[in-house]
C-alpha cells in the first residue's frame, strides 16, 4: 500500500485513546471478542453460556464497558492497513470507568 497523503502534525487523539493519565478501572479478565468488535465502543456481555467471557458490540441494558485501544493485535499481511477492529476471538481490554476519546456524530455539550 503507497502512502496517500502526508500531515503536517499527529492527530490529537485516535478513538479508544485515553483522554488524560487518571487511574482507569478495568475488568478482572480480558474479554474474547465475540464478533469483530471496533475500539472506542461500548460493549456487553454475552448471554451465551457456552463462552461467558465473551463480549459483543451490541446487547440489551446498560454496556458492561468500553474497549480502549491497546495496540495487541498483529497484522500478518503486510499490505493490508491499520485497523481499529479487534477480530473475533482477539482479547479485549475492557474498561469500566474512564476519560476516552470516543467519535460523535453529533454536537457534543457539557454533561452528555
Same mark, same amino acid.
Given at each position: 500500500?503507497?502512502? +496517500? ?24 479478565? =480480558? ?12 460493549? /456487553? ?18 454496556? /458492561? ?22 477480530? +473475533? ?9 474512564? =476519560? ?13
Amino acid at each position: 500500500m503507497v502512502q +496517500k497523503t502526508v500531515n503536517m502534525y499527529p492527530a490529537a487523539a485516535v478513538q479508544g485513546d485515553r483522554g488524560s493519565q487518571n487511574e482507569f478501572p478495568y475488568t478482572p479478565l =480480558n474479554y474474547i471478542a465475540g464478533a469483530d468488535i471496533t475500539t472506542g465502543t461500548f460493549v /456487553w456481555l454475552s448471554s451465551e453460556e457456552t463462552m461467558p467471557q465473551q463480549v459483543l458490540n451490541t446487547g440489551t441494558g446498560a454496556p /458492561w464497558g468500553f474497549v480502549e485501544r491497546i495496540l495487541d493485535h498483529f497484522l500478518y499481511d503486510l499490505t493490508e492497513e491499520g485497523s481499529l477492529v479487534i477480530p +473475533k476471538g482477539g482479547r479485549v481490554t475492557v474498561a469500566m470507568r474512564g =476519560n476516552f476519546y470516543i467519535p460523535a456524530n453529533t454536537t457534543v455539550t457539557v454533561g452528555m
